[in-house]
């Protein structure tokens, strides 16, 4: 190794990095270098009108302590950032499946090749997502307003509808309520990370339902565009064959065409994850938080707690952790969705054998 | 395989381009601004950085900064922000913020506590600032700011409904079993008879009659807790059983504020401030309306003010210019010019005698600052008087009050050791 290699690929690996190096700058100084000082604010008590990185009262190095605080120092913080993790999760639980399911089921039609108009509903089903989402959300406000064109239609069909906008009620505890199950019933009286147990299974809030109506509506549009783009990339013989055996529309649809789409499949749900946890703008229109803080987001409590109350510290960790969660949930979606899961043992078996006779024949290498 | 290997050399260099990259967006702290600067001297321009109400408030601002540019031989630019909070915020983050700005009294604990504030009191020796609102800014025994002006609660009634409910002047509430007695009177059918906003800052004004507040006179204890504050609740509490008061989220339809229910129809009365002139005369012209003072509880009387105060930064490099603008804008004519473009209140006792000769209608706000408290003032206890106003919000619906007074007083005890 003493000698300098030379030659036509001597050096490569310098080219390598000096072609490299452009991105990798553009890369570190707006992707790592950010992310680098926002780990190091998490870590101190910046208040946010000092160099974060000159210690002093303003800017000291507390080490984990707003994580802890987060997660096991009893108090306001913690039993607002749990509220909103409680908050987001119902969301994410039902905006995802939702979106995904609507978008697949869109994307189906409109690559019918017998629908007529198909540009039109492509782009009309687009048009949601291209639009900005304050002002979906504010024509969102008008529709969901006590008197605005929602309630006006319960109306019509006898049913009072509800004051959207106000209505701190989890879905969950109405269900409950139906079967006698009243406020705060004996069974439900242990805590997790000092939030009661009972509020936990709360639900989504009767205003959370507008958000996670109106998500699903405006990201529907994205997602049917790439499982449209799937759809048109599947093999058209495969069809034809699962047509030739005789298959029903049903049988194709779950047996040929969505175990194919299986990549478009995890992007979407990747996606849906990352966005559903990252939800701001919506709420930041919609009532910042309120009714009761049933639609307060990790994320927005995040901005509230570094813009407004000064806690910078605080507010950057409750961002890494929700890194963290997202980072977790896609992890286990991947294993969960992984190609060949844990093959069986007459699969191993067998395949092992056919590679013991591929090796025999050309022998090893 | 060999292509893909890393020799140690090149990581190395990676590394440190990677480290000198964090060093040098890191160090100087260029973009945070250090230690206070130097100031300047000279003609300055100074930013004025306002949370308008309207077109009406952007407008008289902006003329009186161009009064005072022209006399003073500065320039100030005027900036009317759409969301104060979070661009001050980020102001202060990046070093750069205005000059001078809209302070509301809720955050000075916030903004003082970590020095974004150049606290000019002592600049303003023989300014008559009223008692109340000179408590309102002053943080650790220290005159932060210079109150811009201020409003207060008030007791609005629809007369058209007070005289079909058969009721006289003599009816007018004077305490709370008045209250009570007219308020059932007045609820019939959607119409109920005092509808008020749902959290503290309308509520609270049942605490403070009957002698109580979330904090001690000096801001050292928290007092949540206390006997009177609980008897506060429960008279509303009473009133709610009885359907003679809602919260503005209560009423069917949900109003978006007191004053919303009140120009609809659906409240008799309500209680709101100042700021309900321009809905009244703009949005609903057709409510009669009289406005008296809040009736007195068991301690006599009690209603809540509202203030901004002419907050100057500490990184400004025109402290003194800046002061200079902020005692033109606080001049009583000055006060009384903005008073008649968009509504609120002189912030010095003469300003004030002159407010209520020149507005007899608005008397009983005006008359609301000799007893007015201001909102709590200290660091951290936005999110606690928040986390409260969820809490109060039910308690139309049976919520118990004892159990979230003790939670405030849990709450608030913490925010007051961590500031």
Redesign the interface.
């Known amino acids: 190794m003493a000698k300098r290699k030379t030659g036509i690929h001597g050096r490569?690996?310098?080219a390598g990095?000096v072609f490299t190096a452009p991105a990798?700058?553009i890369l570190?100084?707006f992707l790592?270098?950010p992310i680098?000082?926002a780990l190091w604010v998490s870590m101190t008590n910046w208040?946010?009108?000092?160099?974060?990185?000159?210690g002093g009262p303003?800017a000291t190095f507390v080490g984990t302590k707003n994580y802890t605080a987060l997660f096991l120092q009893d108090?306001?913080?913690r039993?607002?950032f749990m509220q909103s993790l409680g908050n987001t999760f119902y969301y994410v639980l039902l905006v995802v499946p939702l979106q995904t399911a609507m978008s697949l089921l869109l994307a189906l039609i409109v690559n019918e090749k017998f629908l007529r108009g198909k540009s039109f509903f492509r782009t009309a089903f687009y048009f949601p997502s291209v639009t900005s989402s304050i002002a979906i959300s504010t024509v969102f406000l008008f529709l969901f307003s006590?008197?605005g064109a929602v309630n006006g239609l319960l109306k019509v069909v006898g049913i009072d509808g509800p004051?959207w906008f106000?209505d701190?009620r989890g879905l969950l505890h109405l269900f409950f309520g139906l079967f006698g199950a009243g406020e705060n019933p004996g069974w439900a009286q242990g805590q997790i990370f000092g939030r009661p147990l009972w509020d936990w299974l709360s639900g989504p809030s009767v205003a959370m339902c507008v958000i996670i109506f109106l998500a699903v509506w405006t990201t529907t549009g994205t997602f049917m565009l790439m499982f449209l783009a799937a759809l048109q990339d599947l093999p058209v013989e495969v069809d034809e064959a699962a047509m030739l055996d005789g298959v029903s529309p049903w049988q194709k649809l779950r047996l040929v065409t969505i175990p194919m789409l299986k990549p478009a499949l995890f992007l979407v749900i990747t996606l849906g994850i990352i966005g559903t946890w990252q939800v701001f703008d919506q709420i930041y229109v919609m009532g910042k938080g309120?009714?009761?803080?049933t639609t307060m987001t990790p994320a927005f409590l995040s901005y509230k707690?570094?813009?407004?109350?000064?806690a910078?510290g605080s507010g950057a960790a409750m961002a890494f952790i929700v890194f963290l969660i997202i980072v977790i949930l896609t992890w286990a979606q991947r294993r969960l969705m992984r190609e060949d899961k844990s093959p069986g043992l007459l699969h191993r078996a067998v395949r092992a054998a056919r590679l013991a006779q591929a090796n025999g024949r050309t022998g090893p290498k | 395989m060999r292509t893909r290997t890393i020799r140690p050399g090149s990581a190395a260099l990676v590394l440190g381009a990677c480290g000198a990259l964090v060093l040098s967006a890191c160090g100087g702290g260029s973009g945070f601004g250090g230690a206070a600067k130097n100031q300047a001297t000279g003609p300055a321009k100074l930013t004025i950085m306002i949370g308008s109400s309207g077109d009406s408030e952007t407008n008289a601002v902006k003329a009186a900064a161009a009064a005072w540019s022209k006399q003073s031989g500065n320039t100030a630019k005027v900036i009317a922000a759409s969301d104060l909070g979070q661009q001050l915020g980020q102001g202060f983050a990046g070093g750069t913020p205005p000059d001078l700005f809209y302070a509301d009294a809720t955050r000075i604990g916030d903004f003082a506590k970590v020095g974004n504030l150049y606290p000019y009191g002592d600049q303003l020796k023989g300014a008559d600032y009223l008692p109340s609102l000179v408590k309102t800014f002053t943080y650790k025994d220290k005159l932060q700011c210079a109150p811009k002006d201020y409003s207060t609660l008030a007791l609005l009634i629809n007369t058209d409904m007070w005289a079909a409910a058969g009721l006289t002047d003599a009816d007018i509430p004077k305490d709370w079993a008045g209250l009570e007695t007219a308020a059932k009177k007045l609820t019939k059918g959607k119409v109920t008879g005092l509808v008020i906003g749902n959290a503290i800052d309308r509520g609270g004004v049942f605490m403070r009659q009957s002698g109580g507040w979330v904090v001690s006179a000096d801001g050292k204890t928290m007092t949540a807790d206390s006997a009177q504050n609980l008897a506060g609740l429960q008279q509303m509490q009473k009133m709610m059983t009885a359907g003679s008061l809602k919260f503005n989220t209560d009423t069917r339809p949900a109003a978006g504020w007191g004053g919303e229910a009140f120009g609809k129809g659906t409240a008799a009365m309500t209680i709101e401030g100042n700021w309900i002139r321009g809905a009244l005369t703009k949005d609903y012209p057709t409510i009669k309306t009289k406005i008296v003072e809040l009736p007195a509880g068991p301690a006599g009387k009690g209603t809540l003010m509202f203030s901004n105060c002419w907050g100057i930064a500490a990184k400004s490099t025109h402290h003194a210019q800046a002061v200079d603008l902020v005692k033109y804008l606080t001049s009583i004519d000055q006060q009384l010019a903005f008073s008649k473009a968009f509504g609120p209140m002189p912030s010095t006792v003469a300003g004030n005698t002159r407010f209520k000769t020149l507005y007899p209608q608005d008397a009983a706000f005006a008359a609301g600052g000799a007893y007015g408290q201001g909102p709590v003032n200290l660091p951290g206890f936005d999110p606690v008087i928040a986390a409260f106003g969820s809490k109060l919000a039910t308690l139309g619906k049976g919520a118990d009050p004892k159990a979230m007074l003790a939670e405030l007083q849990k709450n608030g005890t913490a925010a007051i050791a961590a500031g």
């Open positions: 490569e690996g310098i990095w990798m700058i570190g100084v790592f270098v680098a000082m208040t946010g009108n000092v160099d974060p990185f000159g303003n108090g306001l913080a039993s607002n006590n008197t004051e106000s701190s309120s009714p009761a803080g707690t570094s813009f407004t109350s000064n910078w």
